[in-house]
């Protein structure tokens, strides 16, 4: 299957600091690429849909000035978690489909990142 | 909004019994049904899918089934290993790409 590579895999940041996580499709080009938030035990947690060349669209209830999403090229999306706080603490995980017209959608490793 | 509801939200079976999970789907539009198995920290891994176009689908143990005119689908395991235990997510899509997961069903497979 495609392979979709997330850096880094753990962060610890204090209180007011920015956090980029990188998301790379390392055999295929992504135009399209999807954010996921996870809780412990919980489900994922769709936050926005990242456009290679456009901007992203973000899902209900969810800050797109906290979480800035860029695609600027077809194979790396980053998310930056803005001026963090402890509860933005929480497992990110990006995600995108294994080439055009694949709807099988294929995860980075996650990132856990834990804001002190 | 669309949504998907997942059972149950936990299951403990003996080694070699078989393990059912049911989602149901609210848009009647989601015409892929992909399940995940994520285990602890890790990512989630695709382990079988199916489309709208078929009732059923199976590959080696795992097999998952559709009804359309329910909007339910179901994950079926059988003859569990210790090694199936992990967290089981059901999905649905919305529009051409989009996912939205069901809340997951933590499974233990006691040996």
């Known amino acids: 299957g495609a392979v979709v590579s997330q850096h880094p895999s753990r962060v610890i940041c204090k209180s007011g600091t920015s956090v980029k996580i990188e998301c790379r499709s390392l055999d295929f080009q992504a135009t399209t690429m999807f954010w996921y938030r996870q809780f412990p035990k919980k489900s994922l947690m769709l936050m926005a849909t990242s456009n290679e060349g456009s901007k992203a669209t973000y899902e209900q209830g969810v800050e797109k000035d906290k979480f800035l999403i860029n695609h600027a090229s077809l194979t790396l999306s980053t998310l930056t978690v803005t001026s963090a706080h402890p509860e933005d603490s929480s497992f990110y995980i990006c995600?995108?489909?294994?080439?055009?017209?694949?709807?099988?959608?294929?995860f980075g490793s996650g990132t856990q990142l834990s804001v002190l | 909004g669309e949504n998907v509801e997942q059972h149950p939200s936990t299951l403990s079976v003996q080694e070699g019994d078989s393990a059912v999970i049911k989602c149901t789907y609210s848009?009647?539009?989601?015409?892929?049904f992909p399940w995940y198995k994520q285990e602890l920290g890790k990512r989630p891994q695709l382990i079988i899918d199916?489309?709208?176009?078929?009732g059923e689908k199976k590959d080696q143990r795992i097999a998952v089934t559709l009804n359309k005119t329910a909007k339910h689908f179901s994950l079926h395991i059988t003859e569990t290993q210790p090694e199936d235990s992990a967290v089981y997510f059901c999905?649905?899509?919305?529009?051409?790409?989009?996912?939205?997961f069901g809340s997951g069903t933590r499974l233990l497979v006691r040996p």
């Open positions: 848009d009647s539009a989601s015409n892929y």
């Open positions: 199916i489309r709208s176009n078929v």
């Open positions: 995600s995108a489909n294994g080439g055009i017209g694949d709807e099988k959608l294929f």
């Open positions: 999905a649905a899509n919305i529009g051409s790409y989009k996912l939205i």
